[in-house]
C-alpha cells in the first residue's frame, strides 16, 4: 500500500525516502508542514525520467460506464471523447481538488500547533487526523471519473493538455504537503503512534486510491499522443509530474512501514 503529501514551494519531491527510525522524545520538534516553521525537513531535488513507473502504485480499476447507446462499449476498459468532454471532467475534479486542499492546509496547521506543545495531546490528535481522512474521502469520491476516459487525439490542442497538467501538479502537490508533515509525526513517541497509526495507514489508503486514477490517465493520455510533435513538451511535463506522484507515494508507503510494524499491521 502507499500514501500522499505536497510542495510548500520550499520542497522539491522525488524518490522514495529512507525510513525513519521510530525515537522516544520527550519535547517535540516543530512539525515542519507549518507555513511558519522555516526549519522544515528538506528534500533535496531529484531529476525524474520523463516516464513514470506505472507499476508503483496498484489498485483496481473500474471501468467507466458508458455514456451512449452503443452497446459494443458496455463494460469496456475505455471511453473515447472529445477534448471539450475531457477538459470538462478534469476541470472539475480540479476544482475538488483546490476545495479539499483548503480543507488539508486547515487540518495540517491544526496538526503543526498540536505537535509543536511539549506535551502533546494525543487525542486532540487523533481526531485531526480523522478530519484528514474524511478530506481525503471526499477526493477520492471524485477521481473515479477518470477510469477509462481517453481523449480523442484529433481534436486535442495544448490548451487542453495545460488543464490536465493543471491537475497533476496540484494532485503532486497535495501529496507532497502531506508528507512533509507525516515525517514530523512517524518520530513522535511510541505510544502516541499507537494512537494515530492506524488512521495515518488508513489516510496512505486514501492517498494510493487519489493517485492511481490521475497517474493512470496522465500516462495513459501521454502514451495516446506521444507521437504529435507539437506537444512533445507539455507531454513531458505531465509525465514528469506522475512520475514524482507515483515516486512519493512509494516514499510514503516506506515512511510509513516502522508505524505499521509497530501496530503489528
Known sequence: MKFFSTA??????????????????????????????????????????GACNANGIKTPIKNHPSTGDDESNAGGDEVSAGAGDVV?????????????????????????????DAKIDAQALLKVIVDLELNLQELQDCVPTLDGLVIDADV???????????????????????EVCLKALVVLDADILLVIGAKLNLCLGLIVSIATPVVDFALALVAKLTVIVDLKVILGEISD????????????????????????L
Open 8 to 49: 510548500l514551494a520550499a520542497f522539491a519531491v522525488g524518490s522514495a525516502m529512507a525510513v525513519p527510525v521510530l525515537e522516544a522524545r520527550t519535547v517535540p520538534t516543530p512539525c515542519p508542514c507549518s507555513g511558519n516553521d522555516k526549519s522544515g525537513v528538506e528534500v533535496p531535488p531529484v531529476d525524474l525520467p
Open 88 to 116: 470538462v471532467v478534469v476541470e472539475t475534479l480540479v476544482t475538488a481538488v483546490i476545495d479539499v486542499e483548503a480543507k488539508v492546509h486547515a487540518n495540517l496547521d491544526l496538526i503543526a500547533s498540536i505537535v509543536a
Open 156 to 178: 486535442v490542442v495544448a490548451a487542453d493538455l495545460e488543464v490536465v497538467l493543471d491537475l497533476v501538479v496540484r494532485v503532486q502537490a497535495l501529496i507532497a504537503e502531506v
Open 241 to 264: 509530474c506522475a512520475g514524482k506522484i507515483t515516486n512519493t507515494c512509494d516514499g510514503l508507503t516506506s515512511l510509513l512501514a516502522p508505524v505499521l510494524s509497530l501496530l503489528g
